[in-house]
Nanobody
Framework: QVQLVESGGGLVQAGGSMRLSCAASGSTSEIKAMAWFRQAPGKEREFVAA????????YYGDFVTGRFKVSKDNAKNTIYLQMNGLKPEDTAVYYC?????????????????????WGQGTQVTVSS
């Protein structure tokens, strides 16, 4: 099993920046992919970004438009999400996810059902 713990959420003004972290523990050697999703009140969970644990590949949701950057530290079993130029519509609970299977052509990285492990989420609130 893999446990995921997110941190770094909070309240920020529009235009500000925030960095989220997600630390994995447990059977971390099994991790091949990690990702960030978010869910705003009354909306479905949405893919934000993903990173391969076995290559340098990263992927982003269509809405990101260069404002967010995902990075990782394999040695620390941690994935990060640097968010810049935050907007009130970025307000959501941000979730970290991980899976034992690597990304490969034809395998979705943006569908939440492909991830076996999930964190509890961290609230990000952007005030206008």
């Amino acid at each position: 099993q893999v446990q995921l713990v997110e941190s770094g959420g909070g309240l920020v003004q529009a235009g500000g920046s925030m960095r989220l972290s997600c630390a994995a523990s447990g059977s971390t050697s099994e991790i091949k992919a990690m990702a960030w999703f978010r869910q705003a009140p009354g909306k479905e969970r949405e893919f934000v970004a993903a990173a391969s644990w076995v290559s340098s590949s990263t992927y982003y949701g269509d809405f990101v438009t260069g404002r967010f950057k995902v990075s990782k530290d394999n040695a620390k079993n941690t994935i990060y999400l640097q968010m810049n130029g935050l907007k009130p519509e970025d307000t959501a609970v941000y979730y970290c996810a991980a899976d034992r299977r690597p990304f490969y052509p034809g395998r979705s990285y943006s569908n939440e059902i492909v991830y076996a492990f999930w964190g509890q989420g961290t609230q990000v609130t952007v005030s206008s």
